[in-house]
């Protein structure tokens, strides 16, 4: 029995250690120098829409379109989809003459379905590229002329660098929330980059060569959709590259309940993506003998930054309680190794990439953001969330 469970402890210590690892070696890669890349240019002018799923968003869905309107030689070629929307989203846009496509259907809501009956729209002519952008977002100038290009001639699905926006006066867990986004969108993304390995889809800022989407469904009502989306994408060969140069900005959520909505339905949901889609990606990996598809599994097993940290502190008291007891010391080293690791990882990507926005101070407050987490995961194995809800919107926001 005392064998038994040291074997356990040693297998659960190296199931923490891993991500940790994954964690760290992508913001050691993330601190090396990009290669200079020669200007991509195009012979023929490519052919492209832009989706804009939008679902009760009159509130901010001028944001995307005053940072993109100039940026298409056709304001048409701007599909809004007005899904079951119920206020003057579908007038707002129609203002700024877009195209406009209003759905409803009450049964089958979410952003999958929304982006499924725009490109059902498109299917008769199909452009060769679409680009996707959520409501609230705005776009750095040239991100879509970046996007589509780079598409269409390496003909992958590309993620733009997708970070959110603090507010003015942000509060220690503002600045902490913003910190995992860096972490997650862009230090581990840029390492991934550097090594010329496929990451996830981050939710906005996307872009696809049209025959890549025309193999997979997007019309589901999964919470992480766009995660799943490059999932799929990567199984069918079609794994998603990481596009720096291009860059969209959310907003940070501030009201309490919409940043708790917006946090679980994540959450939750990358947890359950975790579960169920590591193992499939391990499995395709070995069957399609793709390396990439590994580093994505490996990619996908790092939980969120915040839930990675409880699970490291609390496997650290657990095997300092049985080395105490008698137990082998060994899980409670791999235990230190990954926390080394993590600490250094963490340090290593806000150094190089966050030191300007997010002062050393707010790290400080990273133990009180972990106790406002406890709860949402606590609520993941009560009742985890599995439906799409929509995240409401601050009232007043910041329109660039």
């Known amino acids: 029995m005392i064998l038994f469970l040291e074997i356990l402890l040693i297998f659960i210590a190296c199931l923490i250690l891993i991500p940790c690892l994954v964690l760290s070696f992508e913001c050691l890669m993330s ?12 012979d023929n002018k490519v052919d492209f829409n832009i989706l804009i799923p939008a679902y009760n968003e009159e509130t901010v869905i001028e944001i995307p379109l005053k940072s993109i309107i100039n940026q298409v030689d056709f304001p048409e070629k701007i599909i809004v989809i007005a899904d079951n929307c119920t206020d003057k989203t579908a007038k707002i846009a129609r203002q700024y003459g877009v195209t406009v496509l209003e759905r409803h259907d009450k049964e089958r809501r979410g952003k999958g379905y929304a982006l499924d009956y725009g490109l059902n729209y498109l299917k008769n002519q199909p452009p060769d590229v679409i680009v996707l952008i959520d409501a609230d977002c705005y776009i750095t100038p040239g991100t879509i002329q970046k996007l589509v290009h780079k598409s269409s001639i390496t003909q992958k699905p590309l993620q733009a660098l997708y970070l959110l926006e603090k507010p003015e006066n942000p509060s220690p867990k503002d ?131 915040s839930l990675l940290v409880m699970l490291l502190i609390a496997g650290i008291m657990i095997t300092i309680t049985a080395g105490l007891l008698g137990f082998s010391w060994l899980p409670t080293i791999i235990l230190g190794v990954g926390g080394l690791c993590l600490i250094l990882g963490i340090l290593m990507g806000w150094t190089k990439f966050g030191r300007k926005e997010i002062p050393f101070s707010a790290l400080l407050s990273i133990p009180f953001y972990l106790l406002w987490k406890i709860p949402l995961y606590f609520a993941f194995l009560v009742r985890p969330q599995s439906q799409w809800v929509r995240t409401e919107r601050d009232e007043i926001v910041n329109s660039k």
């Open 31 to 42: 601190l090396f120098p990009v290669a200079e890349i020669s200007e991509i240019k195009l």
């Open 175 to 305: 600045l902490i929330s913003a910190l995992a986004v860096l972490v997650k969108n862009q230090v581990r993304s840029t390492g991934l980059s550097r090594l010329g390995l496929p990451c996830l889809l981050a939710g906005t800022g996307m872009a696809f060569p049209w025959q890549a989407l025309d193999k997979i469904s997007l019309a589901s009502g999964n919470i992480v959709e766009d995660m799943q989306l490059g999932i799929d994408l990567a199984l069918c060969g079609y794994s998603p590259i990481f596009c720096p140069d291009a860059q969209v900005t959310g907003i940070l959520p501030q009201q309490t309940s919409a940043a708790i909505t917006q946090r679980t339905r994540w959450e939750h949901g990358h947890i359950q993506t975790i579960l169920t889609q590591v193992p499939r990606l391990l499995k395709a990996a070995i069957t399609q003998r793709r390396f990439e598809l590994l580093a994505l599994a490996l990619e996908l097993s790092v939980p969120p930054l």
